[in-house]
């Protein structure tokens, strides 16, 4: 159900371990603010992403009704999230660096922009320096500057103008060292059957409310960065785990095979990324320096009102949608799929 692009965006920022865990050679507090700045929009915009793409109509379904629908949501990533400020993060006086902003997960690959941490130690005045990840530049590998996440869903009607709304994934191996599950339902409820005096007027009124759960483990079982100097692990393990919930009232009108509709409610993220297990910093002569366990343990919130507005072709059993979100990460959804009754 879960397409290519969701593996992509989802494993690549916790597989960028690689480039992640070398800033555990700060310590274990500048790591943990240098790391949420670098992923802080993908957690954000991820998250978004999976709160759309839940509807098409606010018609509900016949008893036993139901439609298949796929579609890819993508949000949009504003030009403030490709960079974020290293003077706001209150480092500690035992990092320096050489440029004031430093590329986020989505920002740029050019060195030129990246800018190098020298970290101090304060007990020997010994020093070791090493670049910030760089971005995955987004409009270069893909072509826009967008979070795309793929979507399948069931919906099906049930009693009294209802529908019941799944997505689910059984759990997936990814490259043979990690695992990508996703979980998702949804209820939708026409209103308008309630409400005197509008219940026989020529357009569809209803309720929403949608919960997805998307969770991904990545284990690092071979030393990384190893050598004489940098930071070595061999049982990393990468969590990431993404909660949407989506609450939204929805209004559609159909004309003939076109329907427009439209939804006003709100969305709250709530995200996690964590590394787990047992991480060694060297110094260049491979002495030990440092062994952290369990080192990053990040949470990530947003959320706020989100409006949408957007279009539905039937064609027999056959639709096609699409639709804009305004909200704090801006979402086009695009989707196709097959309703009966």
Avoid: C
């Amino acid at each position: 159900m879960v397409g290519v692009a969701i593996l992509f965006f989802g494993f690549n920022q916790v597989k960028a371990q690689d480039d992640l865990d070398k800033l555990l050679e700060a310590g274990i507090s500048d790591a943990n603010l240098l790391i949420e700045g670098y992923v802080d929009p993908f957690m954000k915009g991820f998250g978004t992403s999976l709160g759309s793409g839940w509807y098409n109509t606010a018609k509900a379904h016949k008893s036993a009704g139901f439609d298949l629908t796929v579609t890819v949501n993508a949000a949009y990533v504003p030009d403030k999230d490709l960079f974020y400020d290293l003077n706001a993060l209150n480092l500690s006086s035992n990092i320096t660096y050489d440029k004031n902003q430093a590329p986020t997960i989505f920002g740029t690959k050019d060195v030129q922009q990246i800018p190098t941490y020298t970290v101090t130690d304060p007990n020997t005045n010994e020093s070791a320096s090493f670049d910030a990840p760089e971005g995955l530049d987004l409009k270069e590998e893909i072509g826009m500057q967008a979070v795309p996440v793929p979507m399948a869903q069931l919906g099906v009607g049930i009693i009294k103008n209802t529908d019941i709304k799944i997505r689910w994934t059984p759990e997936i191996d990814i490259d043979d060292n990690g695992t990508f599950k996703l979980i998702g339902f949804g209820i939708m409820h026409d209103v308008k059957q309630h409400i005197p005096g509008i219940k026989n007027l020529p357009f569809d009124l209803s309720a929403f409310v949608g919960y997805t759960s998307v969770s991904t483990e990545v284990a690092f079982d071979e030393e990384v960065n190893a050598g004489s100097g940098g930071v070595s692990t061999t049982n990393g393990l990468g969590v990431f785990d993404v909660n949407t919930l989506t609450v939204q009232g929805i209004i559609s009108k159909k004309f003939s095979v076109l329907t427009l509709y439209g939804g006003l409610g709100f969305n709250r993220v709530r995200s996690e990324l964590k590394l787990k297990g047992d991480y060694v910093v060297t110094d260049d002569f491979g002495v030990v320096d440092e062994v952290y366990k369990d080192p990053i343990d990040l949470s990530f919130k947003t959320g706020g009102p989100r409006m949408t507005a957007g279009m539905r072709l039937k064609l027999a059993i056959f639709t096609l949608h699409a639709d804009y979100t305004v909200q704090k990460y801006d979402v086009l959804t695009v989707g196709f799929g097959f309703s009966v009754r």
